[in-house]
Nanobody, 123 residues
Framework: VQLVESGGGLVQAGGSLRLSCAAS????????MGWYRQAPGKERELVAG???????????YYADSVKGRFTISRDNAKNTLYLQMNSLKPEDTAIYYC??????????????WGQGTQVTVSS
């Protein structure tokens, strides 16, 4: 499985960005997907996650630091994961990584992840 992120960049505080993650390869083996981030000198943080969904849509998880500002979604037909980030703050500055699991829940042993995309929020 290959995961390729896009959509990062430089934005002013209060602005928005939408990250995308295109999945390819043995995607039938993927269930849950999510976004991690890592800022310089800080530990990796699980930002948001979403289960595979089925007909009812995926269950979602958000870190407290992004609740109400970020929205995770996925388009299974396009094999693409999204992260809509609104009301961005300087502390959101980090490299954002797309992640995927064989399991249908986030936060366990990580099976796949991408190369990352830089998000920089200026004050």
């Amino acid at each position: 499985v290959q995961l390729v992120e896009s959509g990062g960049g430089l934005v002013q505080a209060g602005g928005s960005l939408r990250l995308s993650c295109a999945a390819s390869g043995s995607i039938f083996s993927i269930n849950a997907m999510g976004w991690y981030r890592q800022a310089p000198g800080k530990e990796r943080e699980l930002v948001a996650g979403i289960s595979s969904g089925g007909s009812g849509g995926g269950m979602t998880y958000y870190a407290d630091s992004v609740k109400g500002r970020f929205t995770i979604s996925r388009d299974n037909a396009k094999n693409t994961l999204y992260l809509q980030m609104n009301s961005l703050k300087p502390e959101d500055t980090a490299i954002y990584y797309c992640a995927a699991w064989h399991a249908d829940y986030v936060g366990g042993k990580l099976d796949f992840w991408g190369q990352g995309t830089q998000v920089t929020v200026s004050s």
